[in-house]
């Protein structure tokens, strides 16, 4: 039973365009979410994470926003640049902070077109 | 760079075999934790360590699997009788503060 979704496998942007990757998750517990950009032959990269009191965190080109009550969050990146052509995972913590094991989503391969 | 190193790369082995993979974490770094990625996935927790004790051992699948971190700092996760469904690519992750797990590049096991 998946408890972070990702139900997008694939999703392609056109450069400069603006990215939106989402997540759902069931479990109310969860109280730390976070995205891992992944690229082929690589482990999994931070790329930012937000704590469920709040509903936006922005870092440069990327912002998070939660949905507590839909229990959805979303990824944005604006403006997309081919360098993000990476798989997204999103990941979920129910220790506060991320200090316990994360439960991930499938994942979701963004692909920028030039 | 000092970052979360995993050896070997690449492991081929026998079904039935015994496996011992390797993760030596960021310097500092009291967490340590082990995840497993199959095609298609994303990464499933199987065990996190807090110093030299396993603090969440619940995602291990089976007593087949086992992992020890003695010195609190290099970790090895250990598989008896390994069968084909054990193939995948087993990630370690370290942390300082639990905020923020940095991954190693992986450890890629094909059990034929």
């Known amino acids: 039973d998946q408890q972070v979704k990702q139900n997008s496998p694939s999703l392609s942007v056109q450069e400069g365009r603006i990215s939106i990757l989402n997540c759902d998750y069931t479990?109310?517990?969860?109280?730390?979410f976070l995205w891992y950009k992944k690229y082929p032959a690589e482990g999994p990269t931070f790329l930012i994470s937000?704590?469920?009191?709040?509903d936006k965190n922005e870092d440069g080109r990327f912002t998070v926003f939660l949905n507590k009550s839909a229990k959805h969050l979303s990824l944005h990146i604006v403006p997309s640049q081919p360098g993000d052509s990476a798989v997204y995972f999103c990941?979920?913590?129910?220790?506060?902070?991320?200090?316990?094991?994360?439960?991930f989503g499938k994942g979701t391969h963004l692909i920028i077109q030039p | 760079g000092a970052g979360v190193s995993q050896t070997p790369s690449n492991k081929v082995t026998e079904k039935g075999k015994y496996v011992e993979l390797r993760c030596d974490p960021i310097?500092?770094?009291?967490?340590l934790y082990w995840y497993r990625q199959s095609l298609g996935q994303g990464p499933e927790f199987l065990i996190y360590?807090?110093?030299?004790?396993?603090?969440?051992d619940s995602g291990l699948p089976n007593d087949r699997f086992f992992a020890v971190r003695p010195e609190g700092s290099v970790s090895t996760l250990k598989i008896q009788r390994t069968e084909r469904g054990d193939s995948a690519v087993y990630l370690c992750?370290?942390?300082?503060?639990?905020?923020?797990?940095?991954f190693g590049p992986g450890t890629r096991l094909t059990v034929l």
């Open positions: 360590f807090q110093g030299t004790g396993a603090a969440d």
């Open positions: 310097s500092g770094h009291t967490a």
């Open positions: 937000i704590s469920s009191i709040k």
């Open positions: 479990n109310s517990m969860f109280d730390y």
């Open positions: 992750a370290s942390s300082l503060r639990g905020n923020e797990q940095f």
């Open positions: 990941a979920a913590s129910a220790l506060g902070g991320g200090a316990d094991g994360l439960t």
